[in-house]
Protein backbone atom coordinates (compact mmCIF):
# COMPACT_ATOMS: atom_id res chain seq x y z
CA UNK A 1 0.00 0.00 0.00
CA UNK A 2 0.95 3.53 -0.64
CA UNK A 3 1.72 5.51 3.08
CA UNK A 4 3.38 9.21 3.97
CA UNK A 5 6.52 7.82 6.12
CA UNK A 6 8.36 10.21 8.40
CA UNK A 7 12.21 9.19 8.87
CA UNK A 8 13.35 12.37 10.89
CA UNK A 9 11.80 15.61 10.86
CA UNK A 10 11.18 17.57 7.91
CA UNK A 11 12.39 13.92 5.54
CA UNK A 12 9.10 13.04 4.60
CA UNK A 13 8.57 9.93 1.78
CA UNK A 14 5.55 8.67 0.11
CA UNK A 15 6.56 5.09 -0.51
CA UNK A 16 4.95 1.63 -1.03
CA UNK A 17 5.13 -0.02 2.09
CA UNK A 18 3.45 -4.20 3.48
CA UNK A 19 -0.09 -3.49 4.06
CA UNK A 20 -0.19 -3.78 7.90
CA UNK A 21 -1.06 -6.82 9.81
CA UNK A 22 -4.14 -7.14 11.71
CA UNK A 23 -4.45 -8.68 15.15
CA UNK A 24 -7.46 -10.17 16.14
CA UNK A 25 -9.06 -7.48 18.40
CA UNK A 26 -8.26 -5.14 15.31
CA UNK A 27 -10.18 -4.08 12.41
CA UNK A 28 -8.99 -3.42 8.75
CA UNK A 29 -9.82 -0.07 7.69
CA UNK A 30 -9.37 1.66 4.22
CA UNK A 31 -8.71 5.06 5.21
CA UNK A 32 -10.99 7.54 3.19
CA UNK A 33 -10.39 10.61 4.21
CA UNK A 34 -7.37 11.65 6.52
CA UNK A 35 -6.67 15.37 8.05
CA UNK A 36 -3.55 16.89 9.12
CA UNK A 37 -3.55 18.03 12.76
CA UNK A 38 -2.07 20.98 14.30
CA UNK A 39 0.34 19.00 16.17
CA UNK A 40 1.22 17.39 13.19
CA UNK A 41 3.23 20.00 11.96
CA UNK A 42 5.65 20.32 14.01
CA UNK A 43 5.87 16.67 14.84
CA UNK A 44 6.35 16.47 10.98
CA UNK A 45 8.94 19.63 10.50
CA UNK A 46 10.84 20.00 14.05
CA UNK A 47 10.40 17.28 16.72
CA UNK A 48 9.66 14.41 15.23
CA UNK A 49 7.82 11.30 17.05
CA UNK A 50 8.32 8.52 19.27
CA UNK A 51 9.23 5.78 16.85
CA UNK A 52 10.94 5.98 13.67
CA UNK A 53 10.25 5.83 10.93
CA UNK A 54 6.13 6.35 11.13
CA UNK A 55 3.70 6.28 8.90
CA UNK A 56 2.03 9.87 10.66
CA UNK A 57 -1.84 11.21 10.75
CA UNK A 58 -4.33 10.27 13.43
CA UNK A 59 -7.68 12.40 12.27
CA UNK A 60 -9.53 9.90 10.07
CA UNK A 61 -12.43 8.02 8.63
CA UNK A 62 -12.77 5.34 6.69
CA UNK A 63 -14.57 1.67 5.72
CA UNK A 64 -13.65 -1.72 7.05
CA UNK A 65 -12.61 -3.90 4.82
CA UNK A 66 -11.69 -7.38 6.96
CA UNK A 67 -12.44 -7.93 11.16
CA UNK A 68 -10.13 -9.97 13.35
CA UNK A 69 -11.30 -13.14 15.06
CA UNK A 70 -12.27 -11.34 18.36
CA UNK A 71 -13.82 -8.69 16.94
CA UNK A 72 -17.80 -8.79 18.01
CA UNK A 73 -19.37 -5.33 17.10
CA UNK A 74 -18.36 -4.04 13.68
CA UNK A 75 -18.26 -6.45 10.69
CA UNK A 76 -17.03 -5.34 6.81
CA UNK A 77 -18.85 -2.56 5.16
CA UNK A 78 -19.18 -0.01 8.60
CA UNK A 79 -18.18 3.37 8.09
CA UNK A 80 -15.98 4.51 11.11
CA UNK A 81 -14.13 7.06 12.86
CA UNK A 82 -11.24 6.01 14.74
CA UNK A 83 -10.49 8.22 18.10
CA UNK A 84 -6.64 8.03 18.10
CA UNK A 85 -5.51 7.32 21.88
CA UNK A 86 -4.76 3.73 23.14
CA UNK A 87 -5.05 4.24 27.32
CA UNK A 88 -3.01 2.03 29.14
CA UNK A 89 -6.35 1.20 31.43
CA UNK A 90 -4.05 1.09 34.31
CA UNK A 91 -2.80 4.16 35.68
CA UNK A 92 -5.45 6.53 37.84
CA UNK A 93 -6.58 8.62 35.26
CA UNK A 94 -8.01 5.32 33.00
CA UNK A 95 -9.25 4.13 36.16
CA UNK A 96 -11.13 7.46 36.73
CA UNK A 97 -12.12 7.02 32.98
CA UNK A 98 -10.31 10.55 32.54
CA UNK A 99 -8.73 9.00 29.45
CA UNK A 100 -6.79 12.30 28.61
CA UNK A 101 -4.62 12.19 30.92
CA UNK A 102 -3.34 9.04 31.09
CA UNK A 103 0.02 8.34 32.29
CA UNK A 104 1.09 5.27 29.67
CA UNK A 105 -0.79 5.52 26.23
CA UNK A 106 -0.46 4.73 22.72
CA UNK A 107 -1.22 7.36 20.05
CA UNK A 108 -1.63 6.34 16.16
CA UNK A 109 0.10 8.31 14.27
CA UNK A 110 2.50 9.58 16.76
CA UNK A 111 3.67 6.32 18.84
CA UNK A 112 2.14 3.63 16.53
CA UNK A 113 1.27 4.19 12.99
CA UNK A 114 -1.36 6.20 11.48
CA UNK A 115 -3.40 6.70 8.90
CA UNK A 116 -1.25 9.20 5.89
CA UNK A 117 -1.44 5.41 4.34
CA UNK A 118 -4.17 3.64 2.24
CA UNK A 119 -4.83 1.23 5.68
CA UNK A 120 -4.83 1.46 9.03
CA UNK A 121 -5.24 -1.51 11.51
CA UNK A 122 -7.07 -0.27 14.15
CA UNK A 123 -8.52 -2.20 17.79
CA UNK A 124 -12.12 -2.81 17.92
CA UNK A 125 -12.21 -0.10 21.26
CA UNK A 126 -11.37 2.74 18.53
CA UNK A 127 -13.36 2.08 16.44
CA UNK A 128 -16.88 4.73 16.63
CA UNK A 129 -19.48 4.27 13.88
CA UNK A 130 -20.49 6.82 11.34
CA UNK A 131 -23.86 8.11 10.68
CA UNK A 132 -25.05 7.35 6.97
CA UNK A 133 -25.46 10.97 6.64
CA UNK A 134 -22.44 12.13 7.78
CA UNK A 135 -19.93 12.05 4.67
CA UNK A 136 -16.19 10.66 5.02
CA UNK A 137 -14.57 13.86 4.99
CA UNK A 138 -16.74 15.24 8.09
CA UNK A 139 -16.07 12.11 9.96
CA UNK A 140 -12.06 12.72 9.70
CA UNK A 141 -12.21 16.34 11.26
CA UNK A 142 -14.58 14.61 14.65
CA UNK A 143 -11.23 14.67 16.73
CA UNK A 144 -10.85 18.52 16.45
CA UNK A 145 -14.30 19.03 16.74
CA UNK A 146 -14.11 16.88 20.07
CA UNK A 147 -11.45 19.67 20.91
CA UNK A 148 -13.73 22.12 20.45
CA UNK A 149 -16.39 20.32 22.43
CA UNK A 150 -14.32 19.62 25.27
CA UNK A 151 -12.70 22.97 25.79
CA UNK A 152 -16.42 24.84 25.48
CA UNK A 153 -17.37 22.39 28.30
CA UNK A 154 -14.46 23.01 30.15
CA UNK A 155 -15.83 26.33 30.38
CA UNK A 156 -19.16 25.26 31.36
CA UNK A 157 -20.88 26.53 27.77
CA UNK A 158 -24.32 26.77 28.14
CA UNK A 159 -27.44 28.65 25.98
CA UNK A 160 -27.09 32.45 25.82
CA UNK A 161 -23.63 32.64 26.60
CA UNK A 162 -21.83 34.59 24.98
CA UNK A 163 -18.52 33.25 23.69
CA UNK A 164 -14.61 34.78 21.82
CA UNK A 165 -12.76 32.40 20.64
CA UNK A 166 -9.28 33.53 20.17
CA UNK A 167 -7.48 32.21 17.29
CA UNK A 168 -9.76 30.34 14.12
CA UNK A 169 -7.39 27.08 13.31
CA UNK A 170 -10.13 24.33 12.60
CA UNK A 171 -10.25 23.83 16.69
CA UNK A 172 -11.49 26.84 17.18
CA UNK A 173 -13.72 26.80 14.26
CA UNK A 174 -15.52 24.03 15.40
CA UNK A 175 -15.76 26.11 18.87
CA UNK A 176 -17.44 29.08 17.08
CA UNK A 177 -19.76 26.99 14.91
CA UNK A 178 -20.94 24.67 17.95
CA UNK A 179 -21.47 27.60 19.88
CA UNK A 180 -23.47 29.11 17.50
CA UNK A 181 -25.52 25.99 16.63
CA UNK A 182 -26.63 25.05 20.11
CA UNK A 183 -27.44 28.35 21.51
CA UNK A 184 -24.63 31.15 22.25
CA UNK A 185 -26.02 34.81 22.33
CA UNK A 186 -22.99 35.76 20.85
CA UNK A 187 -19.94 34.36 18.76
CA UNK A 188 -16.63 36.30 18.74
CA UNK A 189 -13.71 35.32 16.83
CA UNK A 190 -10.23 36.67 17.05
CA UNK A 191 -7.18 36.29 14.51
CA UNK A 192 -4.31 37.62 12.82
CA UNK A 193 -5.31 36.09 9.26
CA UNK A 194 -8.36 37.96 7.35
CA UNK A 195 -8.70 34.78 5.19
CA UNK A 196 -9.71 32.60 8.77
CA UNK A 197 -11.51 35.18 10.01
CA UNK A 198 -13.78 35.06 6.82
CA UNK A 199 -14.37 31.19 7.19
CA UNK A 200 -15.37 32.30 11.14
CA UNK A 201 -18.47 34.54 9.38
CA UNK A 202 -19.18 31.48 7.59
CA UNK A 203 -19.85 28.98 10.47
CA UNK A 204 -21.56 31.19 12.97
CA UNK A 205 -19.31 33.93 14.35
CA UNK A 206 -21.18 36.97 14.59
CA UNK A 207 -18.64 39.64 14.98
CA UNK A 208 -14.73 39.14 13.61
CA UNK A 209 -11.76 41.05 14.91
CA UNK A 210 -8.38 41.18 13.46
CA UNK A 211 -5.97 41.76 16.36
CA UNK A 212 -3.40 43.50 13.85
CA UNK A 213 -5.86 46.15 13.13
CA UNK A 214 -7.74 47.20 16.33
CA UNK A 215 -7.42 46.35 19.94
CA UNK A 216 -9.02 43.12 20.38
CA UNK A 217 -9.81 43.27 24.22
CA UNK A 218 -11.76 46.99 23.51
CA UNK A 219 -13.03 45.41 20.32
CA UNK A 220 -14.40 42.39 22.37
CA UNK A 221 -15.66 44.73 25.07
CA UNK A 222 -17.78 46.92 22.19
CA UNK A 223 -19.11 43.68 21.20
CA UNK A 224 -20.43 42.99 24.31
CA UNK A 225 -21.75 46.28 25.80
CA UNK A 226 -19.01 46.80 27.78
CA UNK A 227 -19.28 43.48 29.95
CA UNK A 228 -16.95 40.94 28.41
CA UNK A 229 -17.50 37.87 26.95
CA UNK A 230 -18.76 34.95 29.41
CA UNK A 231 -16.77 32.62 27.67
CA UNK A 232 -13.37 33.10 26.27
CA UNK A 233 -11.28 30.19 24.78
CA UNK A 234 -7.30 30.52 23.48
CA UNK A 235 -7.12 28.26 20.67
CA UNK A 236 -3.66 29.90 19.52
CA UNK A 237 -1.26 29.14 22.35
CA UNK A 238 0.16 33.11 21.76
CA UNK A 239 1.23 34.69 25.25
CA UNK A 240 0.16 37.72 24.40
CA UNK A 241 -3.59 36.30 23.24
CA UNK A 242 -3.65 34.65 26.69
CA UNK A 243 -2.96 37.09 28.39
CA UNK A 244 -5.46 39.38 26.38
CA UNK A 245 -8.12 36.56 26.79
CA UNK A 246 -8.58 37.27 30.55
CA UNK A 247 -9.58 41.23 29.94
CA UNK A 248 -11.75 40.00 27.35
CA UNK A 249 -13.45 37.95 30.06
CA UNK A 250 -16.93 39.32 31.75
CA UNK A 251 -17.00 38.86 35.10
CA UNK A 252 -17.31 35.70 36.58
CA UNK A 253 -16.28 34.79 33.17
CA UNK A 254 -14.39 31.22 32.17
CA UNK A 255 -11.20 31.38 30.58
CA UNK A 256 -9.76 28.49 28.93
CA UNK A 257 -6.06 27.92 27.45
CA UNK A 258 -6.60 25.39 24.79
CA UNK A 259 -3.69 26.45 22.02
CA UNK A 260 -0.19 24.73 23.02
CA UNK A 261 2.22 27.36 23.39
CA UNK A 262 5.68 25.44 24.85
CA UNK A 263 6.34 29.14 26.29
CA UNK A 264 6.05 30.91 29.44
CA UNK A 265 3.33 33.18 30.27
CA UNK A 266 3.89 36.01 33.02
CA UNK A 267 1.03 38.18 33.78
CA UNK A 268 0.63 41.90 34.29
CA UNK A 269 -0.37 43.46 37.64
CA UNK A 270 -3.59 44.30 35.42
CA UNK A 271 -4.24 40.65 34.53
CA UNK A 272 -3.86 38.99 38.13
CA UNK A 273 -6.12 41.83 39.06
CA UNK A 274 -8.89 41.20 36.83
CA UNK A 275 -8.64 37.46 37.41
CA UNK A 276 -9.42 38.42 41.10
CA UNK A 277 -11.52 41.36 41.35
CA UNK A 278 -13.87 40.05 38.70
CA UNK A 279 -13.81 36.48 40.06
CA UNK A 280 -12.35 34.67 36.98
CA UNK A 281 -12.32 30.99 36.15
CA UNK A 282 -9.28 30.04 34.39
CA UNK A 283 -8.57 26.51 33.22
CA UNK A 284 -6.99 24.55 31.22
CA UNK A 285 -8.28 21.57 28.43
CA UNK A 286 -6.34 19.02 27.36
CA UNK A 287 -7.67 16.45 24.21
CA UNK A 288 -10.86 14.76 24.36
CA UNK A 289 -11.00 11.14 26.12
CA UNK A 290 -13.52 10.35 28.92
CA UNK A 291 -15.61 7.27 29.68
CA UNK A 292 -17.22 5.20 28.40
CA UNK A 293 -14.26 5.50 26.29
CA UNK A 294 -14.14 7.31 23.96
CA UNK A 295 -16.40 9.69 25.63
CA UNK A 296 -18.96 12.26 25.21
CA UNK A 297 -16.65 14.65 23.77
CA UNK A 298 -16.59 12.29 20.79
CA UNK A 299 -20.34 11.14 20.59
CA UNK A 300 -22.21 14.42 21.21
CA UNK A 301 -19.71 16.25 18.54
CA UNK A 302 -21.10 13.29 16.20
CA UNK A 303 -24.52 13.94 16.78
CA UNK A 304 -23.59 17.61 15.86
CA UNK A 305 -22.88 16.40 12.69
CA UNK A 306 -25.70 13.89 12.30
CA UNK A 307 -28.61 16.00 13.52
CA UNK A 308 -27.43 19.42 13.87
CA UNK A 309 -25.92 20.71 10.86
CA UNK A 310 -21.78 20.54 11.81
CA UNK A 311 -19.55 20.61 9.06
CA UNK A 312 -16.06 20.54 7.79
CA UNK A 313 -17.07 22.02 4.37
CA UNK A 314 -15.71 25.42 4.83
CA UNK A 315 -12.98 24.94 7.25
CA UNK A 316 -11.40 22.65 4.92
CA UNK A 317 -8.52 24.42 3.12
CA UNK A 318 -6.86 21.82 0.96
CA UNK A 319 -8.09 18.72 -0.34
CA UNK A 320 -4.77 16.36 -1.75
CA UNK A 321 -4.04 12.77 -2.65
CA UNK A 322 -1.70 10.89 -0.45
CA UNK A 323 1.43 12.09 -2.99
CA UNK A 324 1.40 16.00 -2.18
CA UNK A 325 1.80 15.45 1.69
CA UNK A 326 5.33 16.12 1.78
CA UNK A 327 5.26 19.31 -0.87
CA UNK A 328 2.56 20.72 1.33
CA UNK A 329 4.18 20.70 4.76
CA UNK A 330 6.96 21.93 2.92
CA UNK A 331 5.21 24.90 1.73
CA UNK A 332 3.80 25.19 5.41
CA UNK A 333 7.99 24.97 6.67
CA UNK A 334 8.64 28.14 4.51
CA UNK A 335 5.96 30.02 6.48
CA UNK A 336 3.57 32.54 5.56
CA UNK A 337 1.31 30.31 3.75
CA UNK A 338 -2.54 29.82 4.28
CA UNK A 339 -3.64 26.72 5.44
CA UNK A 340 -6.92 25.49 7.49
CA UNK A 341 -7.80 22.35 7.78
CA UNK A 342 -5.40 20.10 5.14
CA UNK A 343 -7.03 17.02 4.13
CA UNK A 344 -5.79 13.91 1.87
CA UNK A 345 -7.67 11.33 0.35
CA UNK A 346 -5.84 8.11 0.10
CA UNK A 347 -8.78 6.28 -2.00
CA UNK A 348 -9.34 9.00 -4.23
CA UNK A 349 -11.73 12.52 -4.00
CA UNK A 350 -14.95 12.80 -6.07
CA UNK A 351 -14.08 16.82 -6.59
CA UNK A 352 -10.99 18.75 -7.95
CA UNK A 353 -7.74 18.25 -6.39
CA UNK A 354 -6.80 21.16 -4.77
CA UNK A 355 -2.72 20.83 -5.47
CA UNK A 356 0.10 23.21 -4.05
Not at 119 to 135: A, I, T
Amino acid sequence: MKAVRMYKPGDLRVEDVPKPEMMPDEAMVKVKAVGLCGSDIPRALVYGAHVSPITIGHEFSGEIEAVGSEVKNFKPGDRVVVPPLIPCGECEWCQKGIYSLCEDYDYYGSRRDGALAEYVSVKESNLLKVPDKVSFEDAATLDPCANAYHGLMRGNFKEGDSVCVVGTGPIGLFAAQYAKLYGASKVIAVDVWDEKLEIAKKVGADVVINSTKEDAVEAVHQATDGKGANIVIDFSGAPIAQKQCILMASKMGRVVFLGISHKGLDLSEKEVDTIMRSQLSVVGSWNSFTKPYPGEDWTESLKGFDEKGMTAKDIISHRLPLDDAPAVLGEIAKGGYFYNKVMFYPDGYDGDFDTV
